[in-house]
């Protein structure tokens, strides 16, 4: 069985995806699939064709790819049709053979990926919360985490499309109890 753990930035994905590893489980993060594909020559090579202007000196600038497809919806379009299909073949190749295996994604129905996942667990926290975990993990200021918050903001919307919500805004033991109910359902039912 394959999970997605999902919700916006600065919801805490990475932490409760840490937590099912602790609890055993095999777990995988699309972004960290995302980083090891921008090694891949023939990846590089498609990114290329793609998105030329992001390119010097035949080496990829990652921060204007970013800035590209964080400032035109058409061309975050561009790389996610490009990048998602990949990204989901190897996460499937690397949880092959486990009984259930989690997935951190950051937007999972913006994404299109729900059809990969058999079941989700959308991570949550207040706007405030997020604010604050976004400027403290990046180092960027408010203004511009409210600006990264409101590009993701119709993913709260796939809260409603969730097998299971974990609330993030307490203590790390709270968040602990929580995360090991949702595993207990999960492995409870193989």
């Known amino acids: 069985m394959l999970v997605a753990v999902f919700g916006q930035i600065g919801a805490g994905k990475s932490t409760v995806t840490k937590m099912f590893r602790e609890l055993g489980a095999p777990t995988f993060s699309a972004d960290e699939i995302n980083r090891e594909m921008l090694s891949d020559e ?68 913006a994404s299109g990926a729900r059809r990969y996942f058999d079941k989700t667990v959308y991570v949550s926290a207040e706007r405030e919360t997020k604010l604050k975990r976004i400027v403290e993990r990046d180092g960027i200021g408010l203004e511009e985490a409210a600006r990264i918050l409101g590009i993701q903001s119709g993913e709260a919307l796939s809260e409603a499309y969730a097998d299971y919500i974990i609330e993030n805004d307490g203590d790390k033991d709270a968040l602990r109890e929580k995360v090991y109910k949702v595993y207990s359902e999960l492995t409870r039912k193989l």
């Open 42 to 109: 023939k990846y590089l090579s498609g990114l290329k064709e793609i998105f030329p202007f992001a390119f010097e000196d035949g080496k990829l600038n990652k921060a204007a790819l970013r800035k590209a497809v964080f400032s035109d919806p058409e061309a975050l379009k561009k790389l996610n049709d490009y990048a998602h299909p990949e990204i989901f073949k190897r996460m499937k190749q690397k949880c092959a053979g486990a009984a259930v295996a989690f997935c951190e994604i950051p937007l999972l129905n």
